[in-house]
C-alpha cells in the first residue's frame, strides 16, 4: 500500500531533550516536506527537500533540522525541545518524477509532540 | 510573500450546496490546491487549478479566477461526512514551497 509513515504518533517529551520523529515514504517521490499544524495559524512548512542530500528552509525552521541521506527517508529533529514546538507535525511527500511542490501531496499521519 | 485568506467557520445543511471561498497573493501563481481535513487526520487531496475556470470532480468543484487572484471550493449534496476543515494552498513562484491558508472549519447540520 503507498502511504506515508511517521513515528512516533504521539509524544510527551520534556524541554531540552533531543528528539526525532521519522518519516518514511514508499512511493518513490522525490520532494518531502516537513509541515507543523497550530490553531488559528494552519499549516506551516518547516523544511523540505527537492532530493536525496538537498534540503531547504521553510517558513519556520527556527529549532528544527532535517536529513535527507535516503529517497524514502526524511527524518525531523529536534536538538533541544521547548514548548514553544508543541504542535502537530505532517510529514508530506509528492508524486514520482517531480522534484516540485506543484504535485500533489500526500501527507502522514501526523504526530502530535508536546513538550513540557 | 504569499498570503491566502479563507473564512475561519462555515455552517450547512445536509444535503444542500456551500461555497467556500479563497482569496490568495501571490509573488507568482504556481496553480492553487484545495486539501480537505478531518478532525485529528491528514490532509487529503481534492483539486489543484492552474487555469480560470470551473472543475468539476462529483459532488466537489473547484474554480479559479486567476485575474480577481480567487478560488472556491463548491461542495454539493451536503452530506454529514463533510464536516470537516478545508485549506487552500498556493506553491511559491519556483514550486518549492507550499503556503496554506488558515483553512475553513465546515459543520454540516441535519
Known amino acids: 500500500e503507498a502511504q506515508v509513515t511517521q513515528n512516533p504518533r504521539y509524544l510527551i517529551t520534556v524541554t531540552g531533550k533531543k528528539l526525532t520523529v521519522t518519516c518514511s515514504q514508499n512511493m518513490n517521490h522525490e520532494y518531502m516536506s516537513w509541515y507543523r499544524q497550530d490553531p488559528g495559524l494552519g499549516l506551516r512548512q518547516i523544511y523540505y527537500?527537492?532530493?536525496?542530500?538537498?534540503?531547504d528552509k521553510g517558513d519556520v525552521p527556527e529549532g528544527y533540522k532535517v536529513s535527507r541521506k535516503e529517497k524514502r527517508n526524511f527524518p525531523l529533529i529536534l536538538e533541544s525541545p521547548s514548548p514553544n514546538q508543541t504542535s502537530l507535525y505532517f510529514c508530506?511527500?509528492?508524486?514520482?518524477?517531480?522534484?516540485?511542490?506543484?504535485?500533489?501531496?500526500?501527507f502522514g499521519p501526523g504526530t502530535r509532540l508536546t513538550v513540557l | 510573500g504569499q498570503n491566502i485568506d479563507q473564512p475561519t467557520e462555515m455552517t450547512a445543511t445536509e444535503g444542500a450546496i456551500v461555497q467556500i471561498n479563497c482569496t490568495y497573493q501571490?509573488?507568482?501563481?504556481?496553480?492553487l490546491f484545495w486539501y480537505q481535513q478531518h478532525a485529528g487526520e491528514a490532509p487529503t487531496f481534492l483539486s489543484y487549478n492552474v487555469l480560470d475556470g470551473l472543475e468539476e470532480k462529483g459532488r466537489f468543484s473547484s474554480f479559479l479566477s486567476r485575474s480577481k487572484g480567487y478560488s472556491y471550493l463548491l461542495l454539493k449534496e451536503l452530506q454529514m461526512k463533510d464536516s470537516a476543515s478545508y485549506l487552500c494552498a498556493a506553491p511559491d513562484n519556483a514550486g518549492n514551497m507550499l503556503t496554506f491558508g488558515g483553512g475553513t472549519r465546515l459543520m454540516v447540520k441535519p
Open positions: 508530506a511527500s509528492s508524486s514520482p518524477g517531480t522534484t516540485s511542490s506543484t504535485d500533489t501531496q500526500y
Open positions: 501571490t509573488s507568482g501563481f504556481n496553480g
Open positions: 527537500s527537492m532530493n536525496v542530500e538537498v534540503t
